[in-house]
């Protein structure tokens, strides 16, 4: 299953954010064992050294552990699950905020949409199930 891209960004920084996102989600669960660097850039349709860099970048961020011929695992600290969906809460607020004000909303305004279009969004999926 190919995955789609963004040509902003680059790419194994998106990977480490799907990571991140099936964290915070809950399809990523601590301690899970995660593909291999192949098999990650074989599912994503990516070159292998652009596997292997998001890797080093999540082990450095204590998100993933790899032994000695041992399959690469998710950490199983809660405390860093929980750190990186408030990593991506703030992200995503941050940026609501930066458009809102660039666009001169007053924030009264623009918690009111949001709070309005959260609970349709929520109510649309919530039937999809």
């Known amino acids: 299953m190919k995955q789609t891209f963004n040509s902003r ?6 990977v480490v954010r799907q990571f991140k996102e099936k964290m915070a989600n809950g399809q990523y ?6 593909p291999s660097r192949r098999e990650l850039a074989s599912q994503l349709g990516i070159n292998p050294n652009t596997a292997q860099r998001a ?6 961020e204590d998100l993933v552990h790899t032994g000695k011929n041992m399959p690469s695992k998710l950490t ?4 860093k699950f929980s ?6 809460i703030q992200e995503a607020v941050d940026q609501f905020i930066e458009v809102v004000k660039s666009l001169g909303i007053p924030l009264e305004e623009a918690q009111e949409e949001l709070s309005r279009r959260y609970q ?8 999809d199930d």
């Open 9 to 14: 960004d680059p790419l194994y920084l998106q």
């Open 29 to 34: 669960k601590p301690g899970q064992e995660v």
């Open 55 to 60: 890797y080093k970048l999540m082990e450095e």
């Open 76 to 79: 199983g600290d809660l405390k």
């Open 83 to 88: 750190f990186v969906r408030q990593e991506l």
């Open 120 to 127: 349709v969004n929520g109510k649309a999926s919530e039937s």
